[in-house]
Structure formats: C-alpha cells, structure tokens
C-alpha cells in the first residue's frame, strides 16, 4: 500500500520560509490529490492544503497567502512552502494522499509527522 | 469558515461499552464528513468517510451516520485499543476538522 514519508528541516527561524517535503512510495502519484495538515503540541488537527496532480490546488484560506504546494511526479514527491513563519508555525506536519468519493473530501493515507520548531 | 464542534470534548468509558460521539456543522455540509481516529504519536487513520461509509480494513463495530448539521460516530462494543482522539473533518469547504474527542477507558 501507498507510503508518504515527510522530511526537511527540524528547526526554522523566524520570517524565514519552512519547507517539507513528502516521497511517496509504493504508489503512484499520478492520480489522488496530495495535502499537508498540521497540529501544533497537545491541539487539534489543521488542515493546509492539497493539490491535485493535475495542478488544482486548494488552500486554507487562513495560509493562503503564506503557502505553495507543488509536486515533482519524476520524483514521486510533493512538497509544502510556508513563508513568512512564526512561532505560531510551530507543530508536527503531516503529509497525506487524498481522494473524494460520494462527494466528500478525505485524508486515507498519511505520513508518520515531522516536528518543525520555528525559533531563533 | 465552517466550524464543527464535537461533543463531549472528552469521555471516559468502559470495555464493551456503546459510545457516540457528536459532531454539528454551523452550517449544512450535506453529507461531506469524515471521521478519524488518532492514538498518541501516530498519524491519524480515516475511520468514516461521507458520513457513514466505512473505511476498508476499519473493524465493523465503528459506525458512522447524520447529514446535514448532524453528525455522529458510533463504536459498538468499545475495544482497548479504541483509546484514542476522534476528530470529525467536513469537505464542504475550506476544509476544516472538529477540535477532537479524547477517548478514554
């Protein structure tokens, strides 16, 4: 089945642009939208983004001005820029394959998490 | 925004119990809710999707039902291993998740 794996820098500074990337593996990702939730210590879950690999994309409206999904199917990976960060940046970021059926949007294969600290 | 609240925030239960979780939408989602469940550490793990279509290798005691504002997740006969933080997302957009339900036993 579908693998994701996140990776990139543990730390950030601040206003500086934090940047993940997801390889995906026993799969391809030439089909299913690819997105990115976030979820700060002991606090729910936030979604961020996806993009189709076809080039539709859909942001949160609270990081839209802030975020980039792109993906690079040569090499099965997607990846995630935030700009511009914060210490309210700072959380556990997933990657995840989505899919719609019935008419709703989910999340059915995800990441095991990568802890991105945004400090000086 | 569409916001979803989840109740009861958090709930203690017994080995065998029926549990049910609520979620309510501000506004309708017709039947664009998706339900995870997330253990400690771990990744969540789609439960539920369209509100009542059960995720393939997800055990049969977990339900899910509503449409609409009206949402819930049922688990016949609560397990051990259910022990966890349920949180409900909607696709009707943008997308957003309810603020969780920590399970407990």
């Known amino acids: 089945q579908v693998q994701l794996q996140e990776s990139g820098p543990g730390l950030v500074k601040p206003s500086e642009t934090l940047s993940l990337t997801c390889t995906v593996s026993?799969?391809?990702?030439?089909?299913?939208?690819w997105g990115w939730v976030r979820q700060p210590a002991g606090k729910g879950l936030e979604w961020i983004g996806y993009m189709h690999y076809g080039g539709n994309t859909n942001y949160s409206p609270s990081l839209k001005s802030r975020q980039t999904i792109s993906i690079d199917t040569s090499r099965t990976q997607f990846y995630l820029s935030l700009s511009s960060v914060t210490a309210a940046d700072t959380a556990v970021y997933y990657c995840a394959r989505g899919d719609y059926r019935s008419g709703s949007f989910f999340l059915d294969y995800w990441g095991q998490g990568t802890l991105v600290t945004v400090a000086s | 925004d569409i916001q979803m609240t989840q109740s009861p925030s958090s709930l203690s239960a017994s080995v065998g119990d029926r549990v049910t979780i609520t979620c309510r939408a501000s506004q309708s989602i017709s039947n664009y809710l998706n339900w995870y469940q997330q253990t400690p550490g771990k990744a969540p793990n789609l439960l539920i999707y369209a509100a009542s279509t059960l995720q393939s290798g997800v055990p049969s005691r977990f339900s899910g039902g509503g449409s609409g504002t009206d949402f819930t997740l049922t688990i016949n006969s609560l397990h051990p291993e259910d022990v966890a933080t349920y949180y409900c997302?909607?696709?009707?957009?943008?997308?957003?998740f309810g603020q969780g339900t920590k399970l407990e036993i």
């Open positions: 997302q909607q696709s009707y957009s943008p997308y957003t």
């Open positions: 026993r799969g391809s990702i030439n089909s299913h939208y």
